[in-house]
């Protein structure tokens, strides 16, 4: 049972003469204030039980006017995978996070303006602006890192009036894109490298050419289906002139090696070539290249004198001794790989830097043929042929990107893990120029008219130095931040805690008490590293749990500050093979206990103290790990797990026997196990969300079993192309899912028969986790790379079949909260830098639906006895789902012979000093206002009364005091 009913069913004994007496108040009193709306002939409450997966499908109509509020944050912005500037003007520029879309400056990065939001694919490989037209600007669509939580592109983009508004031009399959060029002279001309699909091959790979501003394309350059373009550069002094870098990379679906490395990241068909006819014929460069297997590459001209060329080169035998060299140079050429598994990284590499990488400066001890273990090649002929100058390397597949100032060739840069440094055309690296700044460096932009003006970007954002990397300027006003987890607790106003990709776990509330949108500092961290999964004890608030990659896992004291490492034992010999993000997750009947996953499952009875093995190894391969749990609800005894490898299993009797029911879902070949979410409505029902692209496939997979995993029924009904994230069912009404796909997030309201978008100002991408508030009635969406927003789901919890079926209908409204003053808080006051996202409503949110626009509409607020509250002037009349706040003041009395005041209503987006009585609402959904209208009312009880062409509907609505009050 839920809702009402369920509540009703519930109480037995002495608890039944209060049901009674209840049941007489409502008979009396709801006659009087005119009839719920169920009374009516249209519209109005259902008891939660009447709903049922037989309800008529949602249409995007009924909720458009759910909108989003972004939180932020952006005290950690995320991954910034490139720029484009106005050279004659670099006060302009565009930033271009890795799963954020674009973010465009006309002052130097003072404030931001969110562009590229909406499109098919915001993940960003390349940016560019045509030197000749600022208003051209080409974006490639698919992060270029082949990192395990990249996202992937439908092709590139175009823009002509300088972001505002973008065109599709195809190449929708080429999946990743590793650079956009446009000719210096003539925007028509544009050259875009297609790096291809991550998890598989694909043909639409290699360098296409457009002559005709993206109308038609010519593929210039090809190779075969498992080999793209990772950078392009043009001769700055001859357009027809430019190199090509090839590559090849492919990822499979763990994630539980210690490195994090693509499975396939060396080829013989890598390497760089070079045109000088305009694409028409290409030669590969070879002499004084390494002859081995190659990986990553980048380059960059010199623009004074464009004879000088610099390239940064991986190979298979990066980090390795001058001994190890040759030898392996005796053994000869190491086979290709081709099939699934993972590259052999050999015995241990002396000079190896972290993550694979080459140590700076010692290219001296590698021998003659040390050139073969990749590191820094330097050209002064164009790229015909070449010397290595340094061995450096950090973290190739990763960053493998280098500048050199343009004014002065002794000033190169490589960007890894720190920015290294050369003052000396490459001879020497420091690896210290990035300090005051955050790690893993992936852009860089050097000012042609200035070289001690650089901008930077990495995995904290962007960085501005006007003096040569002395000194960093931070810009903290990108909402970029890439989620992996969210938790909440049931504090008023609630806070929320999450995970962030390189920038640690935080928490920050919900909303302010006054409305206002929330601040940077109004965040606080609790743990540091790649940011996961994060816990909240639900009966103490204090007690949050956090981890980094690799399972190492932190319970904190917020309060006390006490904080613990939380590691199961091991066995002698034993290595446990924890996943990127390894799941974690409190009992829903007792928070003291403690769950975690490694290839097996551990439990703690003592918040993550003294784990023990509950399980057997669970995974399918040698290197597989989990990556998903869920507990029941009903149920202590009932635990899923699954595995990144494809496994899925499930215990009934709390560890003691697992069995493995993956053979019963039907999945086409075994895929990553993304989130599970055991139901509370039902003992044997259970929905698994499976993230596929992994796997090489694209399409999404959700199911649902209703006895414990021996069947299974498809939930993907209209679900899109785009893997399944993340699967949640609403904790009120049992027919109510929702799912975070690749791109978007749906609803079903017929329990994943059918499915209906409910992205509307939420901007394109990842949803890698969807949390349904327990009491507030809200939506919290983790977004990997336009962090956390909120919606008010009330409506969606009524969109019953009368709902859905009603001309006219009046949705109850969630109680609304008379906020306190709030408190004191510091921060910036002055200035236009400092970040405030969306306001919060701080009024009654109160929904209806109308079947058709122009309808004569009236809308009041009354109290009990039908005394007049207030009334809101020129409500929403659209057709669909309209939305009006109320700003929970009193209409204020009326002068002899004047109009009546209306309560205040504020245009939705609106955040501050409200709206003067009689303000508009906007129409389908307008905030409240924060003063017009009168005095503020008291808390208590009051009827929503809709008058729709002369039928009144009503719905009752409570409003408490703010219980920090």
């Excluded at 002064?380 to 340094?390: A, F, H, L, Q, Y």
């Amino acid at each position: 049972m839920n809702g009402l009913s369920g509540r009703i069913g519930l109480q037995s004994g002495r608890n039944a003469n209060i049901w009674i007496l209840l049941a007489f108040v409502a008979f009396i009193v709801w006659p009087l204030a005119g009839g719920v709306g169920q009374d009516q002939p249209a519209g109005g409450i259902s008891a939660a039980s009447d709903l049922s997966p037989t309800a008529p499908a949602l249409s995007s109509s009924m909720i458009e006017s759910l909108r989003w509020r972004s939180i932020g944050p952006s005290v950690m912005v995320g991954r910034i995978v490139d720029f484009a500037v106005v050279e004659a003007d670099p006060a302009t520029f565009w930033a271009a996070p890795a799963t954020g879309g674009l973010w465009k400056t006309v002052n130097a990065g003072v404030t931001f303006e969110a562009q590229f939001q909406q499109q098919g694919s915001i993940s960003i490989g390349a940016v560019a602006v045509a030197p000749s037209d600022p208003n051209i600007v080409w974006v490639g669509t698919g992060e270029e890192n082949p990192r395990n939580s990249a996202s992937w592109g439908d092709g590139v983009y175009k823009s002509t009036d300088g972001g505002r508004t973008w065109a599709n031009m195809g190449l929708r399959q080429s999946y990743q894109i590793g650079a956009v060029v446009i000719h210096p002279a003539n925007p028509e001309i544009a050259y875009v490298g297609a790096l291809g699909r991550l998890w598989g091959s694909n043909e639409e790979r290699g360098l296409f050419k457009t002559s005709d501003g993206g109308k038609s394309w010519q593929k210039i350059l090809y190779i075969d289906n498992r080999t793209g373009i990772i950078d392009i550069h043009m001769n700055p002094a001859d357009p027809n002139t430019f190199l090509a870098a090839m590559y090849v990379r492919e990822r499979d679906m763990q994630d539980s090696i210690p490195d994090y490395d693509p499975s396939v990241k060396w080829s013989i068909t890598a390497g760089i070539h070079k045109t000088t006819d305009g694409g028409k014929t290409f030669r590969k460069l070879t002499k004084g290249l390494p002859t081995v297997r190659v990986g990553r590459i980048g380059l960059d001209y010199h623009k004074k004198n464009p004879s000088i060329v610099f390239a940064c080169i991986e190979t298979e035998l990066t980090g390795m001794s001058r001994e190890q060299i040759e030898a392996a140079l005796k053994r000869g050429p190491s086979p290709e790989r081709t099939g699934p598994g993972r590259e052999d990284h050999g015995p241990q590499r002396p000079l190896a830097a972290t993550y694979n990488g080459q140590r700076e400066n010692v290219q001296d001890q590698q021998g003659p043929g040390g050139f073969q273990s990749g590191g820094i090649f330097k050209s002064t002929d164009g790229g015909e042929s070449w010397t290595r100058v340094n061995s450096v390397l950090s973290r190739p597949m990763y960053f493998s990107k280098i500048r050199v100032d343009p004014g002065d060739p002794n000033f190169v840069y490589l960007l890894g893990l720190s920015l290294f440094g050369s003052t000396d055309g490459g001879r020497t690296f420091a690896g210290n120029m990035s300090r005051g700044t955050h790690s893993d460096q992936h852009a860089m932009w050097i000012d042609p008219a200035d070289g001690r003006h650089l901008l930077l970007g990495n995995d904290g954002g962007v960085y501005q130095t006007w003096d040569r990397c002395r000194s960093w300027l931070y810009h903290s006003n990108i909402v970029g931040s890439q989620i992996y987890h969210l938790a909440v607790d049931t504090r008023t106003p609630y806070y929320i805690y999450a995970g962030f990709q390189d920038n640690g776990s935080w928490g920050g509330p919900s909303r302010k008490r006054d409305g206002r949108g929330n601040r940077n500092q109004d965040w606080y961290s609790i743990g540091g590293g790649d940011g996961f999964v994060t816990l909240v004890d639900a009966n103490d608030p204090d007690i949050v749990y956090s981890e980094i990659q690799d399972g190492r896992m932190t319970r904190r004291n917020l309060r006390t500050g006490e904080s613990a490492t939380l590691r199961p034992p091991t066995q002698e010999g034993e290595r446990l093979r924890f996943l990127w993000d390894t799941p974690m997750i409190l009992s829903n009947h007792n928070s003291s206990i403690f769950y975690c996953m490694s290839q097996y499952v551990f439990r703690s009875l003592q918040r993550g103290d003294n784990l023990r093995r509950i399980s057997p190894d669970l995974t399918r391969t040698p290197v597989g790990s989990g990556s998903a749990l869920g507990e029941s609800p009903r149920n202590p005894d009932v635990i899923w797990a699954g595995t990144d490898d494809g496994y899925l299993w499930v215990t009934r009797n709390n560890g003691a026997n697992w069995v493995n029911v993956t053979q019963n879902v039907g999945l086409p070949r075994p895929s990553y196990v993304s989130r599970i979410e055991p139901s509370r409505y039902s003992d044997g029902r259970c929905y698994v969300a499976f993230d596929a692209h992994r796997s090489d496939l694209d399409a999404p997979f959700i199911f649902v079993t209703e006895d414990f995993g021996a069947s299974w029924r498809s939930l993907n009904a209209n679900l899109p192309g785009g893997s399944t994230r993340v699967i949640r069912e609403d904790v009120e009404n049992e027919n109510l899912l929702f799912a975070g796909t690749e791109f978007s997030i749906y609803t079903s309201v017929n329990r994943g028969q059918e499915w209906t978008e409910m992205k509307n100002n939420l901007p394109t991408g990842a949803v890698h986790d969807i949390l349904v508030h327990p009491t507030e009635g809200e939506l919290i969406a983790g977004t990997h790379g336009r962090g956390i927003w909120i919606a008010d789901i009330s409506p969606l919890r009524q969109m019953t079949a009368e709902a859905l079926s009603a001309g006219t209908y009046l949705f109850k409204p969630h109680r609304a909260t008379m906020w306190g003053a709030s408190r004191p808080e510091g921060g910036a006051t002055y200035g236009h830098q400092d970040l405030i996202t969306d306001p919060a409503p701080t009024g009654a949110q109160i929904y209806y639906s109308l079947p058709s626009e122009g309808q004569q509409v009236s809308l009041k607020i009354l109290t009990l006895d039908r005394q007049l509250v207030a009334e809101i002037s020129q409500p929403g009349n659209k057709a669909g789902l309209n939305r009006v706040e109320w700003n929970l003041r009193r209409v204020p009395p009326t002068p002899p012979g004047s109009q009546p005041q209306a309560a205040g209503v504020g245009r939705g987006g609106q955040r501050g000093a409200g709206a003067p009585a009689g303000a508009q609402a906007a129409a389908g959904g307008g905030r409240g206002g924060r003063g017009g209208g009168g005095t503020p009312v008291e808390p208590g009880k009051y009827i929503v009364s809709l008058t729709v062409n002369g039928r009144e509907l009503t719905q009752p609505l409570e409003i408490r005091p703010d219980p920090g009050f």
